[in-house]
T-cell receptor
Framework: AQSVTQPDIHITVSEGASLELRCNYS??????LFWYVQSPGQGLQLLLK??????LVQGIKGFEAEFKRSQSSFNLRKPSVHWSDAAEYFC????????????FGTGTKLQVIP | DVKVTQSSRYLVKRTGEKVFLECVQD?????MFWYRQDPGLGLRLIYF???????EKGDIPEGYSVSREKKERFSLILESASTNQTSMYLC????????????FGPGTRLTVL
């Protein structure tokens, strides 16, 4: 069965500092991998996705993620965090099953301090 | 601008009431989903629909049912609401092929007293 682990529940960074959010997955084949962001009071928005090809994926809002098959990881990075990046971030893996299920991680809440 | 809308942002109901949560998408998507989101548990799939009148159970369907009479509308029904169904409910839609991007609504925060 597919699964996603986000080991950090909360992360606090200073504005302007770099950011890395961890994501480890378990999947039987080459996965589709996603990062979503949820701002307070909002639904989820896709930041980026990996299906195949270049293992370094660029997304919106200056985020990038690197797929490392040997480590079963898909970590999200940003070189310089802005106060508006404070949100909850979800990693997801799929598909599986007859209805193409995507499994979400438990999320990492990012706090940005001035 | 693509959009998924949910009928209520906040809802308060009493134990035993029948509750309807409505979701509408304007992207002509075949797939629609209902999730519940709880702190520390992430998003858990309740039900999924891949076409009108078609539905599949997700990971936690107990206590819920769904209805999809039109392509753009997917309803979640709590037949007899219980306090353990207090949660944030998120609706999403996507194209059918592969694991496409899901577009989410803003969520409905349901409190069952």
């Amino acid at each position: 069965a597919q699964s996603v682990t986000q080991p950090d529940i909360h992360i606090t960074v200073s504005e302007g500092a770099s950011l890395e959010l961890r994501c480890n997955y378990s999947y039987g084949a080459t996965p589709y991998l996603f990062w979503y962001v949820q701002s307070p009071g909002q639904g989820l928005q896709l930041l980026l996705k990996y299906f195949s090809g270049d293992t370094l994926v660029q997304g919106i809002k200056g985020f990038e993620a690197e797929f490392k098959r040997s480590q079963s990881s898909f970590n999200l990075r940003k070189p310089s965090v802005h106060w508006s990046d404070a949100a909850e971030y979800f990693c997801a893996v799929g598909p599986s099953g007859g209805y193409q299920k995507v499994t979400f991680g438990t999320g990492t809440k990012l706090q940005v301090i001035p | 601008d693509v959009k998924v809308t949910q009928s209520s942002r906040y809802l308060v109901k009493r134990t035993g009431e029948k509750v309807f949560l409505e979701c509408v998408q304007d992207m002509d998507h075949e797939n629609m989903f209902w999730y519940r989101q709880d702190p520390g548990l992430g998003l858990r799939l309740i039900y999924f629909s891949y076409d009108v009148k078609m539905k599949e159970k997700g990971d936690i369907p107990e206590g819920y049912s769904v209805s999809r009479e039109k392509k753009e509308r997917f309803s979640l029904i709590l037949e007899s609401a219980s306090t353990n169904q207090t949660s944030m409910y998120l609706c999403a839609s996507s194209l059918p092929q592969g694991a496409n991007e899901q577009f989410f609504g803003p969520g409905t925060r349901l409190t069952v007293l």
